[in-house]
C-alpha cells in the first residue's frame, strides 16, 4: 500500500469542489513517484494541469473481425486465439508467437522478450484483443511488438487513440491512464462564459468540452477549431483578460488627476512644426488628451512602427501636463536615447517655451543636484531620463504624466507594480512601444491598457531598396559603399549575432571592424557594442551622427532606436541569424531622411526555409504590422516577443496565432462582465471566480479580495 504524500493546506478562498483537482498527481492511480518526476519535466505535477494537457495527436487503430480485412501496413485492433509460441533458434533471433483468427495466422514477433512475461500475457489457447501494426514481411502477417495486449473482458481499445506529450519516464499508458482518472474528478462547475456567447458558437460546458477534447474520434477533433478546445481556449484567454481588466480597473480606481490643458502650447509647437501632423498622429493625441483630462488615471498604450513620429505625440501629452501647470516625465530605455529624445525635442520644447532638463545614471554632483532642485520647485515641466529618474531623491513638485519609452524592456507584472507606485494621485501613464505587434498579442500582452496605435507613417517616406546576398559577395558590397561613402553616404554595418555569448559576437565585430577601418581609414568607422563604456559609445554615436565618421559598426545595440536621418545604407551581416523583427527594427534605422535608402541583408548560404521565407518577406514589405503578423504566423506566439521578457502568459491551450479572434472576444467580455457585476458576486462573477481559481490567476484573485 502507498502512503499519500502529505498535501499542503488549499489557498484560503479556493472552492472545495476544485480541490480534487488541485491534489498531488501521485494521488492519481499508476503514478507513482518516478511517473511523477516525468509529468514535472511537462509542468504537470496536479490532475488539474494533466486535465488541461490536450492530446497533439492520434493513432487510429482499426478494428477489423478478420486477418483478411487489414490492409498492411497499418494499425489495427482485432480478436485473436494464441496458437503456439516459438522460441528464437538462436541467440539475437526473435521469438514469435502465433496466433490466429481462425481461418489466418498472424506472427507476433518480439525481440528481447522476457520468457515468463510472455507465457503470462499470451497463454497458449487463449483468446486475446491484440492491436498493434501489421505488416507483411516473405508474405507473412506480422505484428512486431503489438501496442496493445489484451483480455476479451477489458474494455476495447478507442478506435483512435489520444497521443499525449511525453516526457522520458512517461509512456501513452501511464498518460492515458491518468488523464481517464482525471476526468473522472472533473466536476460540473458554475458557467462563466456568457450565455448568449456561448450558445452562438455552439460550446460545450466546461466538463464536457473536457471530455470531449481529450476523447478524439478522428485528426479533425485535434484542430483548435472544434467547438471544445475553443472553450477551453477561451477560458484561458477569459481568465487572462478578467485579470487583466481588473488590474486595470484597480489602476484607475486609484486617484488620478484631470488634466486638462487650454492647448496654448501645444498651438505653438504646431506652429512650429516643418509639416502637418499625420491622422493617426492627431487621433492618438486626442485619445491622449481625453483620457488625461478625466479624473481617473490614464493607463494607455501608444504602438506605433519605428519612424511612426511617436516623439511628438509624447511631446504633446507632456504638453498638456505643463498647460495644467504639472510637470512630466519621458523616460528611455537608454543612455543614448534619453539624449536622443532631448535632442529632438530641444527646439521644439524651446518653441513652445517650456523647462526640459535630462537625468540619468551619468549625471552626478552639482548639475545633478541642480536638476533635483529645480525639478522639486517645479522649475522644469519636462525631465528626461533613464532609470535613474525611478530613484528616490528624485522629487517633483507636481508630476502628472509618466511617458515611458519601453521597447519591450519591462512585463506586464512589473509595469502593475510600476503603476502600483506613486503617491496619492499617481501620474497618468503612457507607455509607447516600437515593436509593432499583432492585435491578439497586443491585447494578451496590454490588455490592462488602453490603445492608441500610429499605424500612419509620416508622408513622404522613401521605400528602403532591400536585396539579399550570400555573403560570397561581400568584396562587392565593399567596393559599392565605398563609392557611396566618396559620395557623402552614412552607413551602418550590422555584426552577426550568431553566439549565445556577447563576447564571442564582439571578437566578430571587432574583427569586421578592423577589416573596414583598414579599407576606409581610421576617421571614416567607428565601432559600438553594448560591452563598452557609455562615454566611448556615445562619442563614437556623435561622431557618426555629426562628425568625421560615416561607417558605423555595430552589434545589434543600434537597434533601440537611433535616430541619424543621414544614414542612407544599412548592411546587416548573417542576416539569416536574426528574427524577423529585429530586421526590420534594424532596417528602420534608415529611411529617415530625404535621401533613398537601402538595406543589405548578407546571408550565409545555404539558407534555411524559414530563413529564405524571413529575408524574402523582408524585401515585399516595409509594413511592421504585416512583419509582425508573419513573424507570429511564422513562430510561436511565445518566441515573437520572447516569452520570458515580456510578461506574456503562457497559455496551455490557447493558440494565440490560430485563435486571435478569441482574445479580442474575451477582453470585451472581460471589461464588461466587471462593469455590470463589479465585485464578481454576482451569478456569473461568482461562477467567474471558479475561472480564476481553476486557472490560478493570483493577481486577479489578490485584486478581488482588495475589492
Ligand atoms: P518613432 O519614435 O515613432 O520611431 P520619431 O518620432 O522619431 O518616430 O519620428 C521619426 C521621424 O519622422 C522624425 O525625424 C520626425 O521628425 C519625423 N516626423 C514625425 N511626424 C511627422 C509628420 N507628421 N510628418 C513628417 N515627418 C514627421
Ligand atoms: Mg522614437
Given at each position: 500500500?502507498?502512503i499519500?504524500?502529505?498535501?499542503?493546506?488549499?489557498p484560503k478562498g479556493?472552492?472545495?469542489v476544485?480541490?480534487?483537482?488541485?491534489?498531488?498527481?501521485?494521488?492519481?492511480?499508476?503514478?507513482?513517484?518516478?511517473?511523477?518526476?516525468?509529468?514535472?519535466?511537462?509542468?504537470?505535477?496536479?490532475?488539474?494541469?494533466?486535465?488541461?494537457?490536450?492530446?497533439?495527436?492520434?493513432?487510429l487503430?482499426r478494428?477489423?473481425?478478420?486477418?483478411?480485412?487489414?490492409?498492411?501496413?497499418?494499425?489495427?485492433?482485432?480478436?485473436?486465439?494464441?496458437?503456439?509460441?516459438?522460441?528464437?533458434?538462436?541467440k539475437?533471433r526473435?521469438?514469435?508467437?502465433?496466433?490466429?483468427?481462425?481461418?489466418?495466422?498472424?506472427?507476433?514477433?518480439?525481440f528481447?522478450?522476457?520468457?515468463?512475461?510472455?507465457?503470462?500475457?499470451?497463454?497458449?489457447?487463449?483468446?486475446?484483443?491484440i492491436?498493434?501494426k501489421?505488416?507483411?514481411?516473405?508474405?507473412?502477417?506480422?505484428?512486431?511488438?503489438?501496442?496493445?495486449?489484451?483480455?476479451?473482458a477489458?474494455?476495447?481499445?478507442?478506435?483512435?487513440?489520444?497521443v499525449?506529450?511525453?516526457?522520458?519516464?512517461l509512456?501513452q499508458?501511464?498518460?492515458?491512464r491518468?488523464?481517464?482518472?482525471?476526468l473522472e474528478?472533473?466536476?460540473p462547475?458554475?458557467?462563466?462564459?456568457d450565455?448568449?456567447?456561448?450558445?452562438?458558437r455552439?460550446?460545450?460546458?466546461w466538463?464536457?468540452a473536457?471530455?470531449v477534447?481529450?476523447h478524439?474520434h478522428?485528426?479533425?477533433?485535434l484542430?483548435p477549431?472544434?467547438?471544445?478546445?475553443?472553450?477551453?481556449?477561451?477560458?484561458?484567454?477569459?481568465a487572462?483578460?478578467?485579470t487583466?481588466?481588473?488590474?486595470?480597473?484597480?489602476?484607475?480606481?486609484?486617484?488620478?488627476?484631470?488634466?486638462a490643458?487650454?492647448?496654448?502650447?501645444?498651438?505653438?509647437?504646431?506652429?512650429?512644426?516643418?509639416?502637418?501632423?499625420?491622422?493617426?498622429?492627431?487621433?492618438?493625441?486626442?485619445?491622449?488628451?481625453?483620457?488625461?483630462?478625466?479624473?481617473?488615471r490614464?493607463?494607455?498604450?501608444?504602438?506605433?512602427?519605428?519612424?511612426?513620429?511617436?516623439?511628438?505625440?509624447?511631446?504633446m501629452?507632456?504638453?498638456?501636463?505643463?498647460?495644467?501647470?504639472?510637470?512630466?516625465v519621458?523616460?528611455a530605455?537608454?543612455?543614448?536615447l534619453?539624449?536622443?529624445?532631448?535632442?529632438?525635442?530641444?527646439?521644439l520644447?524651446?518653441?513652445?517655451?517650456?523647462?526640459?532638463?535630462?537625468?540619468t545614471?551619468?549625471?552626478?554632483g552639482a548639475?545633478?543636484?541642480?536638476?533635483l532642485?529645480?525639478?522639486?520647485?517645479?522649475?522644469?515641466?519636462?525631465?528626461?531620463g533613464?532609470?535613474?529618474?525611478?530613484q528616490?531623491?528624485?522629487?517633483?513638485?507636481?508630476?502628472?504624466?509618466?511617458?515611458?519609452?519601453?521597447?519591450?524592456?519591462?512585463?506586464?507584472a512589473?509595469?502593475?507594480?510600476l503603476?502600483?507606485?506613486?503617491?496619492?494621485?499617481?501620474?497618468?501613464?503612457?507607455?509607447?512601444?516600437?515593436?509593432?505587434?499583432?492585435?491578439?498579442?497586443?491585447?494578451?500582452?496590454y490588455?490592462?491598457?488602453?490603445?492608441?496605435?500610429?499605424?500612419e507613417?509620416?508622408?513622404?517616406?522613401?521605400?528602403?531598396?532591400?536585396?539579399?546576398?550570400p555573403?560570397?559577395?561581400?568584396?562587392?558590397?565593399?567596393?559599392?559603399?565605398?563609392?557611396?561613402?566618396?559620395?557623402?553616404?552614412r552607413?551602418?554595418?550590422?555584426?552577426?549575432?550568431?553566439?549565445?555569448?556577447?563576447?564571442?559576437?564582439?571578437t566578430?565585430?571587432?574583427e569586421?571592424?578592423?577589416?573596414?577601418?583598414?579599407?576606409?581609414?581610421?576617421?571614416?568607422v567607428?565601432?559600438?557594442?553594448?560591452?563598452m563604456?557609455?562615454e566611448?559609445?556615445?562619442?563614437?554615436m556623435?561622431?557618426?551622427?555629426?562628425?568625421?565618421?560615416?561607417?558605423l559598426?555595430?552589434?545589434?545595440?543600434?537597434?533601440?532606436?537611433?535616430?541619424?536621418?543621414?544614414?542612407?545604407i544599412m548592411?546587416?551581416?548573417?542576416?539569416?541569424?536574426?528574427?524577423?523583427?529585429?530586421?526590420?527594427?534594424?532596417?528602420?534605422r534608415?529611411?529617415?531622411?530625404?535621401?533613398?535608402?537601402?538595406?543589405v541583408?548578407?546571408?550565409?548560404?545555404p539558407?534555411?526555409?524559414?530563413?529564405t521565407?524571413r529575408l524574402?518577406?523582408?524585401?515585399?514589405?516595409?509594413?511592421?504590422?504585416?512583419?509582425?503578423?508573419?513573424?507570429l504566423?511564422?513562430?510561436?506566439a511565445?518566441?515573437v516577443?520572447g516569452t520570458?521578457?515580456?510578461g506574456?502568459p503562457?497559455?496551455?491551450?490557447?493558440?494565440?496565432e490560430?485563435?486571435a479572434g478569441?482574445?479580442?472576444?474575451?477582453r470585451?467580455?472581460?471589461?464588461?462582465?466587471?462593469e455590470?457585476d463589479?465585485?464578481?458576486?454576482g451569478?456569473?462573477?461568482?461562477a467567474?471566480?471558479?475561472?480564476?481559481?481553476?486557472?490560478?490567476?493570483?493577481?486577479?484573485?489578490?485584486?478581488?479580495?482588495?475589492?
Amino acid at each position: 500500500m502507498s502512503i499519500a504524500p502529505p498535501q499542503p493546506a488549499p489557498p484560503k478562498g479556493r472552492p472545495p469542489v476544485l480541490f480534487p483537482l488541485f491534489a498531488d498527481i501521485e494521488t492519481l492511480p499508476g503514478v507513482g513517484p518516478r511517473a511523477a518526476k516525468a509529468f514535472a519535466q511537462l509542468n504537470i505535477t496536479r490532475p488539474r494541469d494533466l486535465a488541461l494537457t490536450l492530446p497533439v495527436g492520434g493513432v487510429l487503430r482499426r478494428p477489423i473481425a478478420r486477418l483478411a480485412d487489414a490492409r498492411p501496413p497499418e494499425i489495427v485492433t482485432l480478436r485473436l486465439t494464441i496458437d503456439r509460441h516459438m522460441p528464437p533458434a538462436r541467440k539475437g533471433r526473435p521469438w514469435r508467437v502465433i496466433a490466429s483468427d481462425g481461418a489466418q495466422d498472424v506472427q507476433l514477433v518480439f525481440f528481447h522478450a522476457r520468457q515468463d512475461w510472455l507465457a503470462k500475457e499470451l497463454p497458449v489457447g487463449a483468446a486475446r484483443i491484440i492491436s498493434g501494426k501489421i505488416e507483411l514481411f516473405d508474405g507473412m502477417a506480422q505484428i512486431v511488438h503489438p501496442d496493445l495486449i489484451l483480455d476479451p473482458a477489458d474494455p476495447p481499445p478507442a478506435p483512435y487513440e489520444p497521443v499525449y506529450p511525453l516526457s522520458a519516464g512517461l509512456t501513452q499508458r501511464i498518460v492515458g491512464r491518468g488523464v481517464a482518472a482525471t476526468l473522472e474528478r472533473v466536476p460540473p462547475l458554475p458557467e462563466w462564459i456568457d450565455r448568449g456567447l456561448k450558445a452562438q458558437r455552439g460550446w460545450p460546458d466546461w466538463d464536457e468540452a473536457l471530455r470531449v477534447a481529450h476523447h478524439p474520434h478522428g485528426p479533425g477533433d485535434l484542430s483548435p477549431d472544434t467547438p471544445a478546445r475553443q472553450r477551453l481556449a477561451y477560458d484561458e484567454l477569459l481568465a487572462h483578460q478578467l485579470t487583466l481588466a481588473l488590474a486595470r480597473r484597480s489602476v484607475r480606481r486609484g486617484m488620478g488627476h484631470a488634466t486638462a490643458g487650454d492647448g496654448r502650447l501645444r498651438r505653438r509647437v504646431i506652429a512650429a512644426l516643418p509639416w502637418p501632423l499625420t491622422g493617426a498622429q492627431t487621433r492618438s493625441i486626442d485619445e491622449i488628451a481625453a483620457d488625461m483630462a478625466e479624473p481617473r488615471r490614464m493607463n494607455r498604450l501608444l504602438q506605433g512602427d519605428v519612424g511612426s513620429g511617436k516623439t511628438v505625440v509624447a511631446l504633446m501629452a507632456a504638453l498638456i501636463a505643463a498647460e495644467a501647470g504639472g510637470q512630466a516625465v519621458l523616460m528611455a530605455p537608454t543612455e543614448i536615447l534619453a539624449r536622443q529624445h532631448l535632442a529632438a525635442l530641444a527646439a521644439l520644447a524651446e518653441a513652445a517655451g517650456i523647462r526640459v532638463a535630462v537625468l540619468t545614471g551619468r549625471d552626478k554632483g552639482a548639475a545633478r543636484q541642480q536638476v533635483l532642485n529645480d525639478l522639486a520647485a517645479g522649475l522644469i515641466d519636462l525631465l528626461i531620463g533613464t532609470h535613474a529618474v525611478f530613484q528616490k531623491e528624485v522629487r517633483f513638485a507636481d508630476l502628472r504624466l509618466a511617458v515611458i519609452d519601453e521597447q519591450h524592456r519591462f512585463g506586464v507584472a512589473q509595469r502593475l507594480e510600476l503603476a502600483g507606485k506613486g503617491g496619492a494621485a499617481p501620474p497618468d501613464m503612457l507607455v509607447m512601444t516600437a515593436t509593432p505587434i499583432p492585435r491578439s498579442l497586443a491585447l494578451a500582452q496590454y490588455g490592462d491598457m488602453d490603445l492608441s496605435v500610429l499605424d500612419e507613417k509620416p508622408p513622404g517616406r522613401k521605400p528602403v531598396a532591400t536585396v539579399a546576398l550570400p555573403l560570397d559577395e561581400i568584396d562587392r558590397i565593399v567596393d559599392r559603399l565605398d563609392r557611396a561613402m566618396r559620395d557623402g553616404a552614412r552607413a551602418y554595418w550590422v555584426c552577426p549575432l550568431v553566439e549565445e555569448s556577447e563576447l564571442v559576437d564582439l571578437t566578430a565585430a571587432e574583427e569586421r571592424f578592423r577589416m573596414l577601418r583598414a579599407r576606409f581609414g581610421e576617421d571614416a568607422v567607428r565601432l559600438v557594442h553594448g560591452q563598452m563604456p557609455p562615454e566611448d559609445r556615445d562619442r563614437a554615436m556623435a561622431d557618426f551622427a555629426e562628425g568625421p565618421a560615416q561607417l558605423l559598426v555595430a552589434t545589434t545595440v543600434i537597434e533601440v532606436g537611433v535616430n541619424v536621418p543621414e544614414a542612407t545604407i544599412m548592411v546587416i551581416e548573417r542576416a539569416e541569424s536574426f528574427g524577423l523583427a529585429q530586421l526590420h527594427q534594424l532596417r528602420g534605422r534608415v529611411g529617415r531622411g530625404r535621401e533613398a535608402s537601402s538595406c543589405v541583408l548578407l546571408y550565409q548560404a545555404p539558407l534555411s526555409e524559414t530563413a529564405t521565407r524571413r529575408l524574402a518577406i523582408l524585401r515585399e514589405t516595409e509594413d511592421g504590422f504585416r512583419i509582425a503578423e508573419e513573424d507570429l504566423a511564422m513562430r510561436g506566439a511565445g518566441d515573437v516577443i520572447g516569452t520570458a521578457q515580456s510578461g506574456l502568459p503562457r497559455f496551455r491551450i490557447a493558440d494565440l496565432e490560430r485563435q486571435a479572434g478569441l482574445m479580442e472576444v474575451a477582453r470585451q467580455d472581460a471589461r464588461s462582465l466587471l462593469e455590470t457585476d463589479p465585485d464578481l458576486d454576482g451569478e456569473r462573477g461568482r461562477a467567474a471566480r471558479h475561472l480564476l481559481w481553476l486557472l490560478e490567476q493570483d493577481r486577479a484573485i489578490r485584486l478581488i479580495a482588495a475589492g
